[in-house]
């Protein structure tokens, strides 16, 4: 197995906590929606995943980039860049005196994480799928050829 499949199959889980994640920030979005948790729970809870998704992300784009993955790296890279984008303007983080006005557009971000990550999802498995098959078939090929 090469060293692509191996990312592929990791980058596979990664997405597959990642959507998890995204799940998690939408449900307890909409708890707080609901009235189910106080705004100072919810910004205490959600804020301490913000950055490690961040990171995350940031690191599966840097691993494509490195390995010459340039559609799954140009697939990672709005993401990316609009973390960026929050981090330099200091807007990762849920303020619980703020989240309340801001809540539609939080759930809206957080949905369109899900599809992203959802998307992400099938494609590193596809690119997996492909990579293992294509490399059984070099093997084969080179075997028979001895």
């Known amino acids: 197995m090469s060293f692509t499949a191996f990312a592929y199959i990791l980058a596979l ?21 609901c009235d189910y948790i106080n705004p100072i729970d919810l910004a205490n809870n959600l804020n301490m995943y913000v950055m490690p998704e ?23 890279l709005p993401l990316v860049a609009w973390n960026v984008v929050k981090v330099v303007n200091n807007r990762q983080f849920y303020d619980a005196t703020e989240v309340f006005r801001t809540l539609s557009k939080h759930k809206r971000e957080n949905f369109v994480k899900v599809g992203f990550y959802l998307l992400c999802f099938f494609y590193y498995l596809y690119s997996m799928i492909m990579t293992l098959v294509n490399e059984s078939t070099a093997d084969y090929h080179a075997a028979s050829a001895h």
């Open 54 to 76: 961040m990171a995350t992300q940031l690191v599966l784009f840097v691993v494509f980039l490195l390995m010459g993955e340039w559609m799954t790296m140009l697939l990672n």
């Open 13 to 33: 889980i990664v997405a597959g906590i990642l959507l998890f994640g995204a799940v998690y920030f939408v449900i307890m979005l909409t708890d707080l929606e």
